[in-house]
């Protein structure tokens, strides 16, 4: 067809273009299996979004191996278990089996080596380590990996940490791609080094700082990024420390002026609701179940709401709290953020963090407030916009879709009121955020886009089903559970391609 001819040469001629993707990196998905429910009961509970994954589920794929690499030479294992058995008998808290004459068990012994080799640890160290807990350690310049000892120890080792939540995969906050990337390359260094540099620059060069964002921002200045692509903080840099303190100021005041009054009863229902909203934002994250955050999020809703009569608090703004509270948090905590004890930090840090997030998030409610309003007049236009996208960038869908009676309302309404963050684990929500705020009306125009092309992305599935039940049980639990970086990278690619191609030329699609 022309869209998908226009699709693959637009790459070809668009050498130069910010998102561009690669063939090599496309991502393979899985054919999502449905089961048909029998009720419309059934259908109801099976409807849930990217935090209500039931805790079976998340077990399994946190168990599931990783994919199996290339097994290493049968006499290079041999060498490696004498060497491990060798080293562990000088340890009195580390004494492993010695290996079985029987070949099947020497065969199970070593996939178990094997599976542990694969957690490895890259070093520039040439030196040999044993530690006191019972690993083994072995480092050489042909072969710098972390080698384990047998199992029980490595147990024994496990059993003296602290316990700490168990934290499923859709819930995890690091930024890091699904796939386990290293920390720092090289090219990422380098990227780092230029967002430090214009941002230590006497006066930001804000849209050269627009133009590094869109493909992510480092962890390390994100939260001033952050700062400054959302207008909260000037681009002077002899300015921002002022800016800050009197907005942080102001916004404690607000506190002392109006929190009281949640309890007065033309308040009452308002706080009432964000109450209750509170506790089911992002509930698999030990963070927000805390009694000091969940205070912070009552506190930055109730003020927004009664400064912004027009539209109130409605349900879904609590969740677009939670990327700038985690990215200003980010700041203080250098990993494990989903464990954090938010009162460990000095008092003045978390109302400075509380501050930050509030009016960030007011900036970004400004653009999209009509989305708020009654009858939430922006969702609905967006929502009919999406729909008639979708109608000419990919015909087969949309009749499928209107075949099979499933209204766009029904699964997309969440979409744009959440900005797919219902739909994305919290990682990846941040990395999109990257690019919405340096993107031009990234949270209303391009997210239409981003929308349109998160519909597309499960084109083989949609057509697989012909039911209405399963279709929207699909579209109300897309399986992003593992997404990273990576997968984000190429939903934004390829929204930047529809945007380039329709908004720039509306005609262009014309059926």
């Known amino acids: 067809t022309m869209a998908t001819e226009n699709r693959i040469n637009f790459w070809r001629r ?27 009961h059934e259908f109801a509970h099976s409807t849930s979004d990217a935090w209500d994954i ?40 580390c004494r492993p089996e010695p290996p079985s004459s029987d070949s099947r068990h020497f065969q199970e012994e070593n996939k178990e080596l094997q599976h542990l080799n694969r957690k490895v640890i890259r070093s520039t160290s040439d030196t040999q380590v044993s530690s006191s807990s019972g690993t083994c350690v072995s480092r050489s310049s042909s072969q710098k990996q972390l080698l384990l000892c047998p199992v029980h ?42 967002f430090k540099l214009l941002l230590a620059s006497p006066s930001t060069d804000l849209e050269e700082l627009r133009k590094h964002s869109w493909s992510g921002i480092p962890r390390e200045v994100r939260p001033t990024t952050w700062r400054l692509l959302s207008g909260y903080l000037p681009a002077n840099r002899g300015r921002r420390e002022l800016v800050l303190q009197r907005k942080r100021d102001e916004y404690f005041a607000f506190i002392e002026q109006y929190y009281q009054s949640r309890t007065e009863e033309h308040h009452r229902d308002t706080y009432r609701q964000i109450h209750i909203d509170i506790p089911r934002t992002n509930p698999l994250i030990p963070l927000f179940q805390q009694p000091t955050v969940q205070e912070v999020f009552e506190r930055i809703l109730f003020i927004w709401a009664i400064r912004h009569p027009a539209s109130g608090y409605v349900q879904g703004i609590n969740d677009l709290v939670t990327p700038f509270f985690v990215v200003f948090l980010s700041e203080f905590v250098m990993e494990d953020v989903e464990n954090f004890e938010m ?15 509030f009016w960030c998030m007011s900036k970004l409610l400004d653009g999209i407030q009509d989305n708020y309003t009654f009858a939430q007049p922006g969702i609905q236009n967006k929502v009919k916009a999406l729909e008639e996208l979708v109608s000419r960038m990919d015909e087969d869908v949309h009749a499928h879709l209107v075949r099979c009676e499933v209204e766009y309302l029904q699964f997309a309404f969440r979409w744009m009121n959440n900005l797919l963050m219902r739909e994305l684990p919290l990682r990846c929500t941040i990395r999109l955020w990257d690019t919405y705020q340096a993107e031009a009306e990234g949270f209303s125009h391009f997210h239409l886009f981003v929308c349109a092309a998160f519909l597309l ?30 997968e984000v990278g190429l939903l934004l690619a390829e929204a930047y391609r529809l945007k380039y191609m329709f908004a720039d030329a509306p005609s262009h699609y014309k059926r």
């Open 14 to 40: 668009k050498a130069k273009l910010p998102g561009r993707y690669h063939k090599d990196t496309k991502t393979k998905l899985n054919n999502l299996k449905t089961k048909k429910a029998s009720s419309f």
């Open 153 to 194: 120890c490595t147990k024994q080792k496990q059993s003296a940490l602290p316990v700490r939540p168990l934290i499923p995969l859709v819930a995890r906050i690091s930024d890091q791609n699904a796939s386990g990337a290293l920390p720092m390359t090289v090219r990422e260094k380098s990227r780092l080094d230029k």
């Open 457 to 486: 992305e499960w084109r083989k599935q949609i057509l697989s089903m012909s039911d209405f039940q399963g279709l929207l049980m699909l579209l109300q639990n897309l399986p992003t559970i593992h997404w990273g970086n990576e």
């Open 54 to 93: 039931g805790e079976e589920e998340d077990e399994e794929s946190l168990r599931s191996p990783a994919p199996s690499a290339t097994p290493p030479d049968l006499s290079m294992q041999t060498k490696v278990m004498e060497m491990l058995n060798h080293r562990c008998d000088t340890e009195t808290s």
């Open 343 to 357: 009162s460990a930090l000095p008092l003045q840090t978390q109302r400075n963090i509380e501050a930050d997030s």
